[in-house]
């Protein structure tokens, strides 16, 4: 069986994007677009994928592991990226395709698609993915034959009129035959205006050597390439939109998905029910028959089945919410467990705890587990009930079925079954009030 070898060229810095980070460690949906492209070839279950990055990108090289690593000493173009990987793919006879890392929402089916033309023919030594936008802009375009085979590519700085009316543009994505590759890559010179080694030009090489390009065609959005912020957006919203309708025909119902904000790996169950304004952060898995209420925000959550969560509630990282849970409306969980049955209701924060089965927590209630230098837990027993406006002082536990009133400061264990209140005494002085107002009113004369 013929191999898949990938070569991602990911050595700009992006300068458009106005900052520090290489152009290919911005993010789409919490994960550098990288890393999007490299989900998408390793699903493709490629024999090695081979990053191409500049000096000191440790970043990249941390976050592209375990992908091999090639160095472009310095930018000469796309042709001497490439050649810089020659030396990851000796003795290697499989099918190449040529990637780039900041062009992240290529899909596998357009992939697929090109290594299923490289081996159509044994002479098809290169295949080119070229798109039709709607503003060729400069684009470099491809020339073909009478025949549909490719006969060149022609960069935009060196076009003539006729070949700028060309509408079929070239994406720089290819799969070339990896017997060939190293032969048409030391071919290319860099005689143009530019100065630089163009990928572009193993289109005649291979012509000249007896040997056939070809095209294969794939949609402007996913070949966007991404060059600066607004690009970013453009990327964000395309992938967003694929999710969305993803999560659809998986059996979600997204009441306005316009305003639901997945992440990369957002995990939606079946009739699950998303109401408008909606943001998923990274590492949230949601079972069957649950339903996200409006303008709630979850991140590094897990939740169970028929469970309901919001409108405005905030689930951080380490929330894990069992079955037929309940988190209402301005109450925000962390790093704590509800388990099934649980509810906190409303205007609550519950964090570094255990709520056990079915209790109840009252409006109002705090787990204070930070004491300024370090965190503790809050264990709170199965069926107890904790009144509203009570501050749970951690470390402490609420037993079994215990009760804790309204108002109340919890500073030590309650045991099982108990009923446990810690109010001051009342006090009222009749008439106090009224004499409080006169003797302010004379002060004002």
């Not at 030396?87 to 990637?99: A, R, W």
Request: charged share 25%; hydrophobic share 40%; with cysteine.
């Amino acid at each position: 069986m013929a191999t898949i070898a990938t070569v991602i060229l990911g050595a700009g810095m992006g300068t458009r994007m106005k900052s520090s980070k290489p152009k290919v460690m911005h993010e789409i949906a919490g994960r550098p677009m990288v890393s999007h492209l490299l989900g998408t070839v390793r699903d493709m279950q490629a024999e090695k994928n081979i990053v191409v990055v500049a000096p000191g990108m440790q970043d990249v090289r941390d976050e592209v592991a375990p992908a091999e690593i090639a160095i472009q000493e310095e930018a000469r173009g796309t042709g001497h990226a490439v050649a810089a990987a020659l030396p990851n793919l000796e003795g290697f006879e499989g099918d190449v395709l040529v990637l780039y890392g900041d062009t992240p929402l290529i899909t596998r089916e357009t992939l697929d698609k090109m290594i299923a033309k490289r081996r159509e023919n044994g002479k098809n030594a290169v295949v080119v993915l070229g798109f039709e936008p709607d503003d060729p802009a400069e684009y470099g375009r491809l020339v073909t034959a009478a025949d549909g085979s490719l006969d060149a590519i022609v960069e935009f700085a060196e076009a003539s009129d006729d070949i700028k009316a060309i509408g079929l543009c070239n994406s720089g994505v290819m799969a070339i035959d990896g017997e060939h590759i190293a032969d048409l890559i030391n071919a290319v010179d860099n005689k143009n205006a530019k100065g630089e080694y163009y990928l572009t030009d193993i289109v005649e090489i291979a012509r000249t050597k007896g040997l056939l390009a070809q095209v294969v065609t794939g949609s402007e959005e996913e070949l966007l390439g991404i060059n600066n912020r607004m690009q970013l957006a453009d990327a964000e919203k395309i992938a967003q939109t694929r999710w969305r309708e993803d999560a659809m025909r998986e059996g979600a119902t997204l009441i306005d998905p316009d305003s639901v904000f997945f992440s990369h790996d957002t995990k939606l169950g079946r009739d699950v029910v998303v109401e408008p304004n909606v943001f998923f952060g990274l590492g949230v898995t949601v079972g069957d028959n649950v339903r996200i209420k409006a303008n709630s925000h979850l991140e590094g959550t897990t939740i169970g089945e028929n469970t309901q969560v919001g409108p405005f509630a905030r689930l951080r990282p380490g929330a894990d919410l069992g079955a037929d849970v309940k988190v209402g409306n301005f109450v925000e969980v962390k790093k704590a467990s509800l388990e099934d049955g649980a509810k906190v209701s409303h205007l609550s924060y519950i964090g570094d705890a255990r709520v056990g089965k079915n209790a109840n927590i009252g409006a109002g209630t705090i787990t204070c587990n930070y004491d300024g230098y370090d965190k503790f837990k809050t264990d709170i027993g199965e069926g107890a009930f904790v009144g509203s406006n009570t501050s749970l002082v951690a470390p402490v536990t609420i037993g079994d079925g215990a009760i804790v009133g309204a108002g109340s400061t919890v500073t030590r264990n309650v045991d099982s079954d108990a009923l446990m209140v810690e109010r001051a005494d009342e006090v009222q002085k009749q008439g106090w009030a009224a004499r409080f107002r006169k003797l302010k009113a004379r002060i004002k004369k």
